[in-house]
Antibody, heavy 120, light 110 residues
Framework: QVQLVESGGGVVQPGRSLRLSCAASGFTFSSYGMHWVRQAPGKGLEWVAVIFYDGSSKYYADSVEGRFTISRDNSKNTLYLQMNSLRPEDTAVYYC?????????????WGQGTLVTVSS | QSALTQPPSASGSPGQSVTISCTGSSSDVGGYNYVSWYQKHPGKAPKLMIFEVNKRPSGVPDRFSGSKSGNTASLTVSGLQAEDEADYYCSSCVRNNNVVFGGGTKLTVL
């Protein structure tokens, strides 16, 4: 069965960096687009970024463009999110998610999430 | 890209049907057939219930159905059950392969 396990969350000061990882299993990782989605405390879901199956294309929400970088290592079945210049409003549970297809068509499976808290 | 508009709450009694709307524009819901619906219980990961407007993933009961008219998509839950009580989110793919979510609807089974 599909498993997505996020790691790397924690408490970080404003302006600092953090890298999230997502270990994928149970499917052919290199065939699917992958997303990061976040949910701030008490708020709704917010899409963050997507990377195509082969890493050839990456797209970001305006709120993180220029600060966050999505990447993947298909040889390790792992998705990453490098988060720089973090702000308090980036505080959220971050979900790794598998697309329905190879690019960006909709989100099928989700991980359990990892909490990122940006606070001094 | 603005969030899609959903009613904050909806409710129904067991066995009844309830419909949740998701309103966008011709730049998202109205312009693409990549509309999805997710069910989210507190503290749990979201679960895909409907994709491509009206398709159900394997394992999702046929009590859940989706449709779209113009810039508004809808999720209908028929034969409400207690376990259907959750938050429901719609999403749409938009230009540049971005994704936009609705604000979420809390469904209460009375």
């Amino acid at each position: 069965q599909v498993q997505l396990v996020e790691s790397g969350g924690g408490v970080v000061q404003p302006g600092r960096s953090l890298r999230l990882s997502c270990a994928a299993s149970g499917f052919t990782f290199s065939s699917y687009g992958m997303h990061w989605v976040r949910q701030a405390p008490g708020k709704g879901l917010e899409w963050v970024a997507v990377i195509f199956y082969d890493g050839s294309s990456k797209y970001y929400a305006d709120s993180v463009e220029g600060r966050f970088t999505i990447s993947r290592d298909n040889s390790k079945n792992t998705l990453y999110l490098q988060m720089n210049s973090l702000r308090p409003e980036d505080t959220a549970v971050y979900y790794c998610a598998k697309d329905i297809y190879g690019t960006s068509s909709g989100i099928h499976y989700w991980g359990q999430g990892t909490l990122v808290t940006v606070s001094s | 890209q603005s969030a899609l508009t959903q009613p904050p709450s909806a409710s129904g009694s067991p066995g009844q049907s309830v419909t949740i709307s998701c309103t966008g524009s011709s730049s998202d819901v109205g312009g693409y057939n990549y509309v999805s619906w997710y069910q989210k219980h507190p503290g749990k990961a979201p679960k895909l219930m409907i994709f491509e407007v009206n398709k159900r993933p394997s394992g999702v009961p046929d009590r859940f159905s989706g449709s779209k008219s113009g810039n508004t998509a809808s999720l209908t839950v028929s034969g409400l059950q207690a376990e259907d009580e959750a938050d429901y989110y719609c999403s749409s793919c938009v230009r540049n392969n971005n994704v936009v979510f609705g604000g979420g609807t809390k469904l209460t089974v009375l």
